[in-house]
């Protein structure tokens, strides 16, 4: 079982920059994709970003496309979280996440093995 643990949230005014990184523990890392996911108060997880095992392939949700990048660095089982020009609404806990099956882009929370115990962002105006 692999676990998975974020830092790097915070509060910041709008428009400012936070990176997320997850550090994953144990050779389960190895050959999966990962992604974040995050949940606001009052409302359901939504998906964030995800990026697959080479880094290759990387897939955003439509309010974050263009101010947040997702990356990983396999020699060190982290994934990271680069987010910039931050609004109130991106204000939630976010959560790294494993898929249950290694190569699946892991889009809704139904796709996902494991989940980290997250990590507060909030922004204010």
């Known amino acids: 079982q692999v676990q998975l643990v974020e830092s790097g949230g915070g509060s910041v005014q709008t428009g400012g920059s936070l990176r997320l990184s997850c550090a994953a523990s144990?050779?389960?890392?190895?050959?999966?994709?990962m992604g974040w996911f995050r949940q606001a108060p009052g409302k359901e997880r939504e998906f964030v970003a995800a990026?697959?095992?080479?880094?290759?392939?990387?897939e955003f949700t439509d309010s974050v496309k263009g101010r947040f990048t997702i990356s990983r660095d396999n020699a060190k089982n982290t994934v990271y979280l680069q987010m910039s020009g931050l609004k109130p609404e991106d204000t939630a806990v976010y959560y790294c996440?494993?898929?249950?099956?290694?190569?699946?882009?892991?889009?809704?929370?139904?796709?996902?093995?494991?989940w980290g115990p997250g990590t507060q962002v909030t922004v204010s105006s």
């Open positions: 990026i697959s095992w080479s880094g290759g392939y990387t």
């Open positions: 144990g050779r389960t890392f190895s050959g999966y994709a």
């Open positions: 996440v494993r898929p249950r099956e290694s190569i699946v882009i892991p889009r809704s929370p139904s796709a996902v093995g494991s």
